[in-house]
């Protein structure tokens, strides 16, 4: 840790989101419900007396101080534990990341830096539309495999909807995915749609109250499991892209057809079907059976193969 540079504990999802408390070297904070404390959160889920960070000898340290709820560094729950920047701390609802930050932000009274957060408060609740929303953010600040990876570990309830160029809902249960569904299109199946949410590197998100909704068919892997199978075919599919079509660009089969049908698996006659029927590859994508990998390759291959072309 640079001893030189300040610090501040930034806000980027829940209450106080859009705050900064500043650090101050050879100091520490007390983080809490309780009205006395240094920095006051007033929620539920946090503890009179939640936690501590110190600033100390150039090393910045975090320790719970016995709460209900815990205290939550990069996924991880924590006793005591040494952050860096860029690290995401999570107390009650709110994430806070470690941040750099000038030299004007440390010379801020505590009084001061007391009241910008009750400030940030008040406009996160105007901001916030929705009743009983409990945490609200961008995937550009906490990207959705370390947002899912928190609540795991601090077994959230509730539905996390993420607002891109399309909505994704994602159904949390004691911080297990359980189903996702992209603009409610239930045909694509909970795994497809929860493969495709991760991709998404811009946007809103919103933890809303548990839904009561029930559905046919549950993900019964971990979550774990779910973000690292995501994480492989989100390489995978960038490792394709360059050998495939635009989504929308028209797709159809190559006239006249000279190499022989018969040398194509049952897989790729599949394929071949679907880009009949659909005509693009986000049609072929969202109907096919098979994960979005698997049939990106067969049509990489009829591609290649000159049984489709672009039109």
Request: glycine share 8%; no cysteine; aromatic share 6%.
């Amino acid at each position: 840790m640079d001893i030189s540079k300040s610090y501040a504990l930034k806000f980027i999802s829940g209450k106080y989101q859009g705050g900064e408390f500043p650090l101050k070297a050879e100091k520490h904070i007390v983080i809490g419900r309780s009205s006395e404390l240094d920095m006051v959160l007033v929620e539920d889920m946090v503890s009179r007396k939640h936690a501590k960070i110190s600033f100390s000898d150039g090393k910045i340290t975090i320790e719970d101080m016995g709460s209900t709820n815990g205290t939550f560094v990069n996924g991880e729950k924590v006793k005591q534990a040494r952050l860096k920047e860029g690290d995401r701390i999570l107390i009650g609802t709110s994430i806070l990341k470690l941040v750099h930050q000038g030299a004007e932000g440390a010379n801020v009274d505590e009084s001061v830096a007391k009241q910008k957060l009750e400030e940030a408060a008040a406009a996160q609740a105007a901001r916030t539309t929705t009743k009983g929303s409990s945490m609200t953010g961008k995937i550009e600040e906490i990207p959705l495999p370390d947002l899912l990876q928190l609540f795991h570990t601090s077994k959230k309830n509730g539905v996390l909807v993420v607002t891109s160029a399309q909505e994704g809902k994602i159904y949390l249960r004691q911080g297990r995915v359980y189903y996702a569904v992209i603009n409610e299109n239930h045909n694509l199946g909970p795994q497809k749609s929860f493969n495709r949410i991760i991709t998404w590197e811009s946007g809103d998100f919103e933890l809303r109250p548990a839904d009561s909704q029930e559905f046919m068919v549950e993900l019964d892997s971990s979550t774990e499991a779910l973000l690292m199978d995501a994480l492989r075919q989100l390489d995978e599919f960038k490792r394709l892209q360059p050998s495939l079509p635009p989504p929308e660009a028209a797709l159809q089969l190559s006239v006249p057809l000279a190499p022989s049908l018969k040398e194509l698996t049952p897989e790729l006659l599949d394929v071949l079907q679907l880009v009949i029927n659909q005509g693009s590859l986000a049609g072929v994508l969202d109907r096919a059976d098979a994960d979005d990998i698997v049939t990106a390759e067969g049509l990489v291959q009829l591609l290649k193969r000159e049984y489709v072309r672009i039109a």
